[in-house]
Every structure is written in structure tokens, then in C-alpha cells.
């Protein structure tokens, strides 16, 4: 079975960086979807990056864009999200997600990521 596992969260002032890992396993990491979401209290779950691995496709949620950046390596079969600049507002639950399939959208759904992280606890004071 694909399990996935985060690591790397933690509580940062404002405008600090975090870097979350993802590591996966049961699967070769190529040609899938990646993704991190965050949830946070009373909110549903949202994408905040995502990376197809088939096409070097990436999406950014408009609050993230230029501050997080999605990556990926092999050797290590990791992927990761680099948070620069954190605001109190990316206080959430951080939970990584992955496809093993084609999607008829871009950028997947949330419900189109079949398995997923338990989550890390990313939390920004000010």
C-alpha cells in the first residue's frame, strides 16, 4: 500500500521558513501527482501546491505563490514544500498528498488525491 509520512513542522515567528518533507513509499516517484494541503480550524482542506512528476507541471494557490515552492527528490524519494515569508495565516495542518493516476483536470481536486500523510502542525505567530 502507498504510505506517505510528513515531517518538518513546527512553530515559527512571521516571516520565517519552514521546509516539510514527504516521504513516500510503495510506489516509484515518477509520473504522479504530488500535492500539500492545508486545513485549518473550521476551514475545509486546501491545495496550496501540487506537481505533476510526469510533465514538470506545478500550481500554486494565489496565497502561496511566490513564497512556497514544491519539489522533489528521487535519490532520497522524498518531496518537499519550502515555506518563506509565513504569515499567521498559514497556521494550518499540513497534510501531503499523491495520485497514482492521470486526472481529466489541472490541477487535481482534493478528493482526486487517493492517499494521503497524517498531517504536520505548521503554526505562525506575530
Known amino acids: 500500500q502507498v504510505q506517505l509520512v510528513e515531517f518538518g513542522g513546527g512553530s515559527v515567528e512571521a516571516g520565517g521558513s519552514l521546509r516539510l518533507s514527504c516521504a513516500v513509499s510503495g510506489y516509484t516517484l515518477t509520473y504522479y501527482y504530488m500535492g500539500w494541503f492545508r486545513q485549518a480550524p473550521g476551514k475545509e482542506r486546501e491545495g496550496v501546491a501540487i506537481l505533476y512528476t510526469g510533465g514538470g507541471s506545478f500550481y500554486y494557490a494565489d496565497s502561496v505563490k511566490g513564497r512556497f515552492t514544491i519539489s522533489r527528490n528521487n535519490a532520497n524519494k522524498l518531496f518537499y514544500l519550502q515555506m518563506n515569508s509565513l504569515k499567521p495565516e498559514d497556521t494550518a495542518m499540513y497534510y501531503c498528498?499523491?495520485?497514482?493516476?492521470?486526472?481529466?483536470?489541472?490541477?487535481?481536486?482534493?478528493?482526486?488525491?487517493?492517499?494521503w500523510g497524517q498531517g504536520t502542525q505548521v503554526t505562525v505567530s506575530s
Open positions: 498528498a499523491a495520485r497514482l493516476a492521470a486526472t481529466r483536470t489541472w490541477p487535481p481536486h482534493r478528493g482526486e488525491f487517493g492517499y
